[in-house]
């Protein structure tokens, strides 16, 4: 996936006895957004997901969707989502046209509205489609618009990771005061995000269970968000996943988001 999120949505061997990129060369934690940032995903992406959602009881409710992925010209990355099942979520679209510099353009269809909606200032805090991704979660964030700092490396599950903390930049908005990322070293994959509130509260995590390279490209194929504050958790299963298809433009639009 594009963003922090697996599956269509996170969004983000240099060591030698230390933080080194080359001899006399430390690692800085902006250096490490950006090969979070600029991993290759290819040109364009078609992910088949199962979405579970678990309540603070340990019931389970199922939906699958497909999201479309692709550059744009100008190095940014738009994204289609649309869920397949069950019938009560079915036909749900999102769109995602990612800003440079601002927050991404957002729009949420509603098959029993007829019509989308943009998701604008304080409703990008809400939660996305009742699961424990907010709309920010959705969104690719430059490094540019953060301030990182390299905090130590450790190992989470089996990968050796860089550990980053990232806070919001001068003029960035966001709901959370800051969040803590482990980069897999080998793959430049985001395995692990400890995200924190404004009153500096450990509220969420998000841990990426299963690797695996498809045609070529590292990919996180189980992923999931726990919200500790609500003891719920949302878990995304990759089912297929093909890269460059060649995927038209037109897919990207707002007429393509409300076509019947």
Known sequence: MRHAVAGGMVVLGLWAGGAMLALGQEVTGKQIAERIYNRDDGADSVFTVKMTLVDRRGRERERTMVTYSKDAEDGLVNTFMQFESPADIKGTRFLTLEQRGEDDTQYLYMPALGRSRRIVGGQRQQSFVNTDFTFEDMERRHPDDDLHT??????????????????????????????????????DVVVKVDFYDQRERHVKQLRVNR??????????????????????????????????????????????LEEK
């Open 211 to 256: 690797l695996e390279k498809k045609d070529g490209i590292w990919t996180a194929m189980d992923t999931e968000m726990e919200n500790l504050t609500r003891g719920t958790r949302t878990r995304l299963v990759t089912l297929d996943v093909k890269y460059n298809q060649g995927l038209d433009d037109s897919m990207f639009t707002l007429r393509h």
């Open 150 to 187: 390299l905090k130590r490396e450790e190992k989470f599950k089996e990968w050796d990771c860089y550990v980053i903390e990232t806070v919001p930049g001068e003029g960035r908005d966001s709901q959370y005061s800051k969040s803590v990322v482990w980069m897999d070293k080998a793959s």
